[in-house]
């Protein structure tokens, strides 16, 4: 029996590392070196403060809301004044003959049967007023009126759907860029370690140690690796292009997708008819709907409103004069006027076109409502389908996990078969690339757990900056609000 020397004896035996163990390793300081090059990487708010900045369709949206607050003042000037000036500059000819007449005059007596003659042809017409009419009562203005105000408040319900719109793309297009980015990794990882696996077979098969199949089985392998690997960097291209356009920002320094987030993953606080409920009051595209049924319904006051009627004020200040040559020789005429006073209107017949276009309006109506009835109830599916989403999204993840873990293992294994001759190169390869899938499913479903709940508050009306440094704050592993 040998003894162990004195340098030895005594001293524990270094415990051999397990595969798994080495692999925790190496990704746990893979995750470290993440960390540290991540803390000056663009994060999601980030993204969101450029977008702001560069996204051209919420530059559009905000036109748009710009556009729609014009309306409520535009309703307040039906009921407002209106004034004109009117001039106008010509030739005219104008002729009056009067018998008949009774004639008297101060000095001159009086006599019956004058006759009075005035000639201008051809002479220079010039005519000048001012003009003014007040809305007094009019059922049409005020639908008018009440028209306008909903089409405002739809243009700030359209205006924070878009907000939360752009929200959402931009998050949706930042997450994009980084799973092509971590697909396009994972294959790279897979592309070297595949390309290592064929110079050890080719050089096994030169020794006489390994038959020529292993070698063909890793080089097609490879090649079906380079072709995964080409259209990977093709995503990356265009899923970038995507963010920057959106952004300004090149999407190359982007902080990475974690593999698991506690907090992001915690099911909803609320139950799911409080989101719903919260959803029917406050969805801007549901607002959206029913300030459209609401101006729908005034268009068909408004036409019903037509044979109503009107009462305004009217006035008016002007001149004409005319001056030229006529029959008698020269001569001018002048008149000046003035009037104020009130008008009442009252159609009698409109040739049929009230009736139909009030017809019309009815049906326009019945649809705006039938549609604004059928987007509560998309509304209500996507807050569903985004609510279970989250209230899985724990049981999911860990799952996900699990399978990553066992496969792992399982490659672990199948490394150790290959190595005493009890496993083929194939199934090694196929060990590895179930757990570089595994891997991608864990963090594109990180991702979409982000989308339901960044979905989720959009829904409700509640998608803001915060409920944004909620999901940023829990992607970093940082203590959120």
């Keep these: 029996m040998v003894k162990p020397s004195d340098s030895t004896a005594g001293r524990p035996r270094e415990p051999r590392t397990h595969p798994g163990r080495r692999l925790g390793l190496v990704l746990g300081l893979a995750g470290a070196l993440a960390l540290g090059a991540s803390a000056h990487a663009t994060d999601l708010l980030q993204a969101w403060r450029a977008a702001q900045e560069h996204d051209p369709e919420l530059a559009a949206a905000q036109q748009a809301l710009a556009?729609?607050?014009?309306?409520?003042?535009?309703?307040?000037?039906?009921?407002?004044?209106?004034?004109?000036?009117?001039?106008?500059?010509?030739?005219?000819?104008?002729?009056?003959?009067?018998?008949?007449?009774?004639?008297?005059?101060?000095?001159?007596?009086?006599?019956?049967?004058?006759?009075?003659?005035t000639s201008v042809r051809g002479g220079t017409r010039t005519e000048y007023g001012i003009h003014l009419r007040q809305p007094l009562i009019d059922p049409a203005r005020q639908a008018a009126q009440r028209q306008l105000e909903h089409s405002a408040a739809q243009a700030r319900a359209a205006w924070e759907a878009a907000t939360q719109q752009a929200m959402l793309r931009t998050a949706q297009r930042y997450f994009e860029v980084l799973l092509a980015r971590d697909g396009l990794r994972v294959l790279e990882q897979q592309h070297r370690t595949v390309s290592g696996m064929l110079a050890r077979a080719q050089a096994r098969f030169r020794l006489g140690d390994s038959s020529i199949l292993d070698v063909h089985e890793a080089r097609a392998r490879l090649d079906q690796l380079e072709s995964r690997r080409l259209l990977a960097r093709v995503r990356l291209e265009i899923a970038q292009a995507a963010f920057r356009d959106i952004t300004g920002l090149p999407g190359l320094d982007l902080a990475p997708l974690p593999a698991e987030a506690a907090r992001l993953t915690a099911a909803p606080a609320e139950p799911l008819h409080d989101w719903l409920a919260q959803a029917e009051n406050a969805s801007p595209d549901i607002r959206q709907s029913q300030e459209a049924a609401a101006m729908a319904s005034e268009e068909a006051d408004k036409h019903r409103a037509i044979a109503a009627p009107t009462l305004e004020l009217i006035g008016g200040i002007g001149r004409s004069h005319l001056s030229g040559t006529g029959e008698f020789g020269p001569a001018a005429n002048t008149a000046s006027q003035w009037s104020a006073g009130v008008q009442l209107r009252i159609p009698l017949y409109t040739g049929g076109m009230r009736s139909a276009r009030y017809q019309e309006a009815l049906a326009l109506r019945d649809q705006a409502r039938f549609q604004s009835r059928a987007a509560g109830q998309r509304i209500a599916q996507a807050v569903r389908a985004a609510w279970l989403g989250l209230d899985t999204a724990q049981a999911r993840i860990r799952a996900l996990r699990q399978a990553f873990e066992a496969n792992a293992a399982r490659r672990d294994a199948t490394r150790l078969g290959l190595e005493v001759g009890e496993r083929g190169t194939l199934d090694w390869l196929d060990a590895e690339d179930a757990v570089a899938q595994a891997d991608l499913a864990r963090r594109e479903a990180l991702a979409g757990v982000a989308m339901d709940r960044l979905r989720l508050s959009a829904l409700a009306g509640r998608l803001d900056d915060d409920a944004l440094k909620f999901v940023n704050c829990a992607l970093a592993g940082a203590q959120c609000p």
């Design 67 to 117: 556009a729609g607050e014009t309306r409520i003042e535009q309703g307040k000037s039906l009921w407002r004044p209106t004034i004109e000036a009117r001039a106008s500059a010509g030739y005219g000819t104008q002729e009056s003959r009067t018998r008949g007449a009774e004639f008297a005059a101060p000095g001159f007596g009086g006599a019956t049967g004058a006759e009075f003659n």
